[in-house]
């Protein structure tokens, strides 16, 4: 059953590699954060699979960091793209 964990571990890193790919050379800049998600929720994937495969402990707490900077790279891309807040207020506006 180690094996097999370990050969789906792989295959779940080859798919992140092709991922990479994407990143460098994406067309737009969704394609790439679409890319950066793949990449981050497959290290999540194989790292838990490694751990569960050789019963090593603390991967989890690496997996779980790796989420947690995947999902803050989707809202920081998210907020970059929000158009600038309106300040309308009356000492804003303009005489």
């Known amino acids: ?5 370990l ?3 792989g295959l779940i890193l080859f798919t992140v590699a092709v991922g990479l790919a994407r990143v460098l050379r994406g067309p737009g800049d969704a ?3 679409m890319a950066a998600q793949l990449l981050g929720t497959g290290g999540v994937a194989a790292l838990l699979i ?4 050789t019963a090593a402990r603390g991967l989890e707490d690496v997996a779980l ?3 947690l900077l995947a999902a803050f790279a989707s809202v920081a891309f998210v907020n ?3 158009p600038p807040e309106r300040d ?3 000492e804003a506006a303009p005489k």
């Open 1 to 5: 059953m180690t094996e097999f964990l």
């Open 31 to 33: 394609d790439r954060l």
């Open 7 to 9: 050969a789906a571990a």
């Open 65 to 67: 960091g790796l989420a």
């Open 50 to 53: 490694v751990a569960a495969a």
């Open 88 to 90: 309308d207020t009356p």
């Open 80 to 82: 970059s793209g929000a």
